[in-house]
């Protein structure tokens, strides 16, 4: 599933940059991630690099966006595909 970022955010910038598809952007009041975009990393790295870099721990799954690992490796292989 796509992950959320709680409201526990204290916009510290540090996930923003490790995100390798760009899913992550700073909303009105903390920042976002696009479940359109986030695919837990999964294609890109063995962890969330997100969740290791957050100093709140604030990043958790996003229960309105269930997806299985075989759906999100789908969704890298669309992000990715250069054709």
């Known amino acids: 599933m796509a992950l959320m970022i709680t409201d ?4 510290c910038d ?6 390798p598809n760009e899913a ?3 909303g009105e009041e ?3 991630i696009d479940p359109n975009l986030c ?3 999964v294609g890109h790295f063995e962890t969330p690099q ?3 870099v957050c100093p709140v721990d604030c990043i958790i799954p ?11 490796h789908d969704k890298y292989e669309r992000l990715t ?3």
């Open 81 to 83: 595909s250069t054709a």
């Open 8 to 11: 526990e955010c204290i916009n």
């Open 14 to 19: 540090v996930c923003e940059p490790e995100c």
């Open 39 to 41: 695919t837990q990393c």
């Open 24 to 26: 992550i952007s700073q």
């Open 62 to 72: 996003d229960p309105k966006y269930p997806e299985t690992d075989d759906q999100l």
């Open 30 to 32: 903390i920042y976002v």
């Open 50 to 52: 997100c969740i290791e």
